[in-house]
């Protein structure tokens, strides 16, 4: 999501551009800055009324797609999805192609479950700028959870020829690799990264699961703890371990992980499936 203080640039920038106004357009730009003010205090509630009262004094502005942008983003933190959702449209509507809507657009999408018109966002920012870091990032995720192989592919290898130390890209390509039935390279690979910076313990859980997957249980126990080690209050790796020890018979020790998992303020429902599980 677009920070506050790049869009407070932009939008003081779009003013100062527009200061031979009218006395009604200098309202306008009055009600922008106190609605800016507000949301320096926080006042994210108060900060929108300023914001919609100056979309009234000025409607026809092109300007104004980075109001409703803004007010996406309060009615978001604010939990108002729906309604986010619909400022977000009407930016868009009257800037179709202002990358910042576009992205949090897409993250709202994200977020909500809705990724087939997430990945529709991000294809058109990558129209616009093909070199996109984080558009290719999450476009090759969704492809890769679509089982559009040759797709993600394409958009990882395109983002580590942009960076090639870039390890977030370098896991979605290695995940990429488990799935798409290339176990040698994807286990060289996580290998290869773990030495690269082994105090990451997400790449530990990564490996774990792998070996899982190679009925190496014993390795992937051993990475288990590595990861717990580095992240002690991770309350995903005590639910994967437990996962792990129900698989392999070990209920004394799945019972521990879900008691700490639970400690932990572990999702209920999980915890829930992994006793039942547990307990069949």
């Given amino acids: 999501m677009l920070g506050y203080p790049m869009m407070k640039k932009i939008l003081l920038a779009v003013y100062l551009l527009a200061g031979a106004l009218s006395v009604s357009a200098q309202s306008y730009q009055?009600?922008?800055?106190?609605?800016?003010?507000?949301?320096?205090?926080?006042?994210?509630?108060?900060?929108?009324?300023?914001?919609?009262?100056?979309?009234?004094?000025?409607?026809?502005?092109?300007?104004?797609?980075?109001?409703?942008?803004?007010?996406?983003?309060?009615?978001?933190?604010?939990?108002?999805?729906?309604?986010?959702?619909?400022?977000?449209?009407?930016?868009?509507?009257?800037?179709?192609?202002?990358?910042?809507?576009?992205?949090?657009?897409?993250?709202?999408?994200?977020?909500?479950?809705?990724?087939?018109?997430?990945?529709?966002d991000y294809s058109d920012i990558l129209d616009l700028n093909p070199d996109h870091r984080h558009a290719l990032m999450m476009r090759a995720y969704i492809y890769s959870s679509q089982n559009l192989f040759k797709n993600a592919r394409l958009d990882y290898e395109h983002l580590l020829q942009l960076e090639p130390d870039n390890e977030d890209a370098v896991l979605g390509l290695i995940l990429l690799n488990e799935k798409d039935n290339r176990p040698k390279e994807a286990m060289d690979q996580i290998n290869q990264l773990i030495q690269k910076n082994s105090r990451r313990a997400d790449y530990y859980v990564v490996r774990a699961e792998m070996e899982m997957n190679r009925k190496a249980y014993e390795s992937a126990e051993i990475d288990y703890k590595k990861a717990i080690e580095l992240e002690p209050g991770n309350v995903i790796y005590y639910l994967n371990r437990a996962s792990y020890y129900i698989k392999t018979g070990q209920k004394d020790k799945a019972r521990q992980d879900l008691k700490k998992a639970s400690s932990l303020n572990a999702d209920p429902g999980e915890l829930a499936a992994l006793y039942e599980e547990l307990e069949n």
């Fill in 30 to 120: 009055d009600l922008v800055k106190q609605g800016l003010d507000a949301i320096s205090r926080d006042s994210l509630l108060q900060a929108e009324e300023y914001f919609r009262a100056a979309l009234k004094k000025e409607p026809a502005l092109k300007s104004n797609a980075l109001l409703f942008n803004y007010i996406g983003q309060i009615q978001e933190k604010t939990g108002r999805d729906a309604e986010a959702l619909e400022s977000y449209n009407l930016g868009i509507n009257l800037s179709p192609h202002t990358m910042g809507i576009l992205l949090n657009r897409a993250a709202l999408y994200m977020r909500t479950g809705r990724k087939e018109k997430a990945l529709t």
